[in-house]
């Protein structure tokens, strides 16, 4: 059974900074591309990164502005995403997702990110 277990959320100021994480089980973890995928309150999903099985290619959504960063530590199986000076906006639940042929085929629970002063 795949699980995907994000963790790392939690209530930050306008400007901080957040490292999310994802671990996953239940399936060889190299052997997938993992996305993120956020869900703010009472508004759609909205996909925010992925990355390649081996961290060698990533991309981002346009309107992310160079403020988040994702990566994986396949040694560990876990996937991360870094986002720097957080703004009210970026308020959602994050979700990391194991991909397969560009599609989210299974999802974990979630982490909600609150930024708020």
């Known amino acids: 059974e795949v699980q995907l277990v994000e963790s790392g959320g939690g209530l930050v100021q306008p400007g901080g900074s957040l490292r999310l994480s994802c671990v996953g089980s239940?399936?060889?973890?190299?052997?997938?591309?993992m996305s993120w995928v956020r869900q703010a309150p009472g508004k759609g999903l909205e996909w925010v990164s992925a990355i390649s099985w081996d961290g060698g290619d990533t991309y981002y959504a346009p309107n992310m502005g160079g403020r988040f960063t994702i990566s994986r530590d396949n040694a560990k199986n876990t996937l991360y995403l870094q986002i720097d000076e957080l703004k009210s906006e970026d308020t959602a639940v994050y979700y990391c997702?194991?991909?397969?042929?560009?599609?989210?085929?299974?999802w974990g629970q979630g982490t909600l990110v609150t930024v708020s002063s």
């Open positions: 997702t194991k991909d397969e042929d560009y599609t989210s085929t299974d």
């Open positions: 239940g399936f060889t973890f190299d052997d997938y591309a």
